[in-house]
């Protein structure tokens, strides 16, 4: 079975700063991996999707990578704004029969603070 | 407004008593999916669909049905609603079986059973 650790559970950062979240996975055989993000009391909001075949993509601020053979990506927020803050999750989809099967990691809870 | 449209938003009801919590888009898409989403344990799949009469498990499907009776609709459907199935549910969907494109997330449906 699929495992997604997210780490860390929880970042505070003042505003401006360049930060990275973590994502591992422990099955490498995936068909693409997302990253979302969830504002309280919110549905979930994707932000950027990779397939397998991808490194990494790019979308303003953020950009996320890919290393199936190590089973990480990162999300990497550029000059963090308070309205960055939310929950951020990642989810792998898997090869094989199972496709449509989506396993999410427990998410970083992100605040920036002015 | 392309979108994931649940219903209710807010649901408490009494064990045993079977519910259903509606969900529509708008987009055509091909994929929907549920998820539950508890404190600790973060979101799991519950059900999902790649087409009109394609149903599949995910994580946790005991206790819960699904139908696709239509592309627009994925109705989540408690026969016996238990206190273990109070959570927070969202249901998404996703154009091409859901596994090229992102995931839209509606705004979730909280059930508390007592």
């Known amino acids: 079975k699929q495992e997604v650790t997210q780490i860390p559970a929880a970042l505070s950062v003042p505003e401006g700063e360049n930060l990275v979240l973590n994502c591992s996975f422990t099955?490498?055989?995936?068909?693409?991996l997302q990253w979302f993000r969830q504002d309280p009391g919110k549905g979930l909001t994707s932000l950027l999707l990779?397939?397998?075949?991808?490194r990494e993509q790019t979308s303003g601020r953020l950009n996320a990578s890919l290393d199936k053979s190590s089973g990480r990506s990162t999300l990497y927020i550029a000059a963090s704004q308070p309205g960055d803050s939310a929950t951020y999750l990642c989810a792998v989809i898997l090869r094989g029969s199972t496709l449509g099967r989506l396993y999410f990691g427990r998410g970083t809870q992100l605040t920036v603070w002015p | 407004e392309a979108q994931v449209t649940q219903n209710p938003r807010y649901l408490i009801t009494v064990t045993g008593k079977k519910l259903t919590v509606t969900c529509s888009q708008n987009m055509n898409h091909e994929y929907m999916s549920w998820y539950r989403q508890d404190p600790g344990l973060g979101l799991r799949q519950i059900y999902y669909s790649m087409n009109v009469e394609v149903t599949d498990k995910g994580d946790v499907p005991e206790g819960y049905k699904v139908s696709r009776k239509e592309k627009r609709n994925f109705p989540l459907i408690l026969e016996s609603p238990s206190p273990n199935q109070t959570s927070l549910y969202f249901c998404?969907?996703?154009?091409?079986?859901?596994?090229?494109?992102?995931?839209?997330f509606g705004n979730g449906t909280r059930l508390t059973v007592t």
């Open positions: 998404a969907s996703s154009d091409r079986t859901g596994v090229d494109s992102p995931l839209h």
């Open positions: 990779i397939q397998s075949s991808q």
């Open positions: 099955d490498s055989a995936i068909y693409n």
